[in-house]
């Protein structure tokens, strides 16, 4: 029987950490609020902070790319894109990772490694890729191709991500409450 690993997640680097100290920053914000005039000002405060941090989220944490020996999901902010290798002709770098199919379309993958300036040299170095961890993720998607186990019919599928778009939707509903209420 094969092994079955779990898939293989590229990320955008430092979208964790940014997530962290924007939520500790409005953690403070709203209890400072709570404390300052009440729960129900912190109410019709929560949306705006709340926002960016489903922005941080949808751009830097959602957005990523998922490959397993079956195929490669792209989630580009909220839309998600399921690939069967059998469709991929090519995996390559452009200023991201691209993914080139079968029928000449081209699926742009937002989250994960991205193609940056080589550093600049100080005096006595040698030169060094300015990204190594680019390169590394197209050699890894390109194993992963090689040893896929799709099957040559299989189609792309083309979804939302629903959950995030509904948590966008109660926050703007309640961005639009707190406006009413306070005008």
């Given at each position: 029987?094969?092994?079955?690993?779990?898939?293989?997640?590229?990320?955008?680097?430092?979208?964790?950490?940014?997530?962290?100290?924007?939520?500790?920053?409005?953690?403070?914000?709203?209890?400072?609020?709570?404390?300052?005039?009440?729960?129900?000002?912190?109410?019709?405060?929560?949306?705006?902070?709340?926002?960016?941090?489903?922005?941080?989220?949808?751009?830097?944490?959602?957005?990523?790319?998922?490959?397993?020996?079956?195929?490669?999901?792209?989630?580009?902010?909220?839309?998600?894109i399921s690939v069967p290798?059998?469709?991929?002709?090519?995996?390559?770098?452009?200023?991201?990772?691209?993914?080139?199919?079968?029928?000449?379309?081209?699926?742009?993958?937002?989250?994960?490694?991205?193609?940056?300036?080589?550093?600049?040299?100080?005096?006595?170095?040698?030169?060094?890729?300015?990204?190594?961890?680019?390169?590394?993720?197209?050699?890894?998607?390109?194993?992963?191709?090689?040893?896929?186990?799709?099957?040559?019919?299989?189609?792309?599928?083309?979804?939302?991500?629903?959950?995030?778009?509904?948590?966008?939707?109660?926050?703007?509903?309640?961005?639009?409450?707190?406006?009413?209420?306070?005008?």
């Amino acid at each position: 029987m094969a092994e079955v690993r779990p898939p293989r997640i590229f990320r955008i680097t430092g979208a964790a950490g940014l997530l962290v100290i924007a939520a500790i920053g409005s953690v403070a914000l709203l209890i400072e609020a709570a404390v300052r005039s009440g729960i129900g000002n912190m109410l019709l405060l929560a949306p705006w902070p709340l926002l960016v941090l489903w922005a941080i989220y949808v751009v830097g944490i959602a957005s990523d790319i998922r490959a397993d020996h079956t195929g490669v999901q792209v989630q580009n902010l909220l839309r998600r894109i399921s690939v069967p290798w059998s469709r991929v002709k090519r995996v390559g770098m452009r200023w991201q990772i691209e993914l080139t199919l079968d029928d000449g379309t081209a699926v742009r993958c937002f989250g994960g490694p991205v193609r940056s300036k080589p550093r600049r040299l100080g005096p006595g170095r040698t030169k060094e890729d300015g990204n190594a961890e680019a390169g590394d993720g197209v050699a890894k998607l390109q194993r992963l191709r090689l040893d896929a186990q799709s099957a040559p019919d299989a189609v792309v599928v083309r979804t939302w991500d629903w959950a995030a778009t509904l948590v966008l939707a109660v926050l703007v509903v309640w961005a639009g409450v707190a406006i009413l209420v306070t005008y």
